[in-house]
């Protein structure tokens, strides 16, 4: 009797484990099956919520740049759907910030913004050198006078010679200029190695 009973107990159990386990399969064609949650795509099975080539159902691939979250071709985070392609605005200089704002040949995209690099300033709209743009010298709008350079931010003249009133003066023998900027010569005198000397007659 008691074998009799423990039969009885086996049978129910393994009928409820075989049909809980052909529940949790999905069958395709020629009888293969695969786990919950998969589909049979040319006879692999597939979990279509993640999969790139079978995103969300057999054969969907998403395009290069997009990832399958939840069987849907999405960007990925942090990333922003421009014209078909996931871009990353913070950065990219034909989608800087929004889709469609395109840097200036010149400007970087930095954080959703066109900006000049960090060696160049912007001076009415263009990226410029101040230490070397003579029309910019050191900053913006400081125009170095003629015959001047524009070296490490400063107006500076070629050679020994230094700017008084604007020009460049060699004060050895600037008679304007003798030794010293705004030092004039008296009449009968020139300048001569930075002194004003009697002329000889």
Known sequence: MRKSNTRQMILPV?????????GSLAQGPGGLTCPAGQALCNGTCIDTNIDLL???????????????????????????????????????????????????????????????????VSCNGSCIDTSAD????????????????????????????????GECSDLGYDSRNCGRCGNICPPGTNCSDGFCQAIPV
Do not use: H, R, W
């Open 134 to 165: 003579p029309e910019n010298c050191g900053e913006c709008g400081n125009l170095c006078p003629t015959g001047t350079l524009c070296f490490g931010g400063a107006c500076v003249c070629q050679g020994n010679m230094t700017i008084c009133n």
């Open 54 to 120: 079978n995103c969300g159902s057999c054969g969907n691939a998403c395009p290069i740049g997009k990832a399958c979250i939840n069987g849907s071709c999405t960007c990925l985070l942090g990333q922003t759907l421009c014209n078909g392609t996931c871009v990353d605005t913070n950065y990219d200089l034909i989608n800087c910030g929004t889709c469609g704002n395109v840097c200036p040949e010149d400007q970087v995209c930095t954080n959703g913004k066109c900006s000049c690099p960090e060696s160049l």
């Open 14 to 22: 393994l009928v409820l484990s075989v049909l809980g386990l052909a």
